[in-house]
């Protein structure tokens, strides 16, 4: 006996052109075309799901960074303190964190600048400054880069004399 399909090709072919629609052309009225280009889409989507989460995290630690050297430390040290502190917060509030309450983000700072001890490298904030308001000139009137360096080699010059 003869097996007839009936109408399950119909639907298949319908779900997949339902997927299509509001694609150009004959993507979203034939079947075939329809088909390729909702396979491609579907995959798009899986990993734009994936690179979704990886672009929050590079949003997430370049705040921390630059929260984290407005405090005078690196990120990377800045992590190492807390790995050494065993503080145990993720990147997302972390961020949150800096970004709604800088003054409790300044205080877990000092936290994993005491873990660091005498390891800690300052983050030269003066010379910071000088190069964010050069590439903004509007923001809030800082020392030149020339004023920061001088700024820097007397603070040297200063603690080699003691």
Known sequence: MRVKRGYVLRRKH???LKL???FRGSRHRLFKTANEAVLHSLHYAYVGR???KNDFRKLW???IS???KANG???SQLIHGFNLANIKLNRKMLSEIAISDPA???LIVEQAKKALGENVKAYNTEYSAAKITMSN???AVAPTKAEAVAALNAKKAAASNK
């Open 137 to 139: 000139p509007s923001a």
């Open 20 to 22: 299509a629609k509001g």
């Open 61 to 63: 630690i370049s705040r």
């Open 14 to 16: 319908n779900r997949v």
């Open 50 to 52: 994936r690179d979704r």
């Open 104 to 106: 409790q983000f300044t």
């Open 66 to 68: 630059a929260a984290a």
């Open 73 to 75: 430390i690196s990120y």
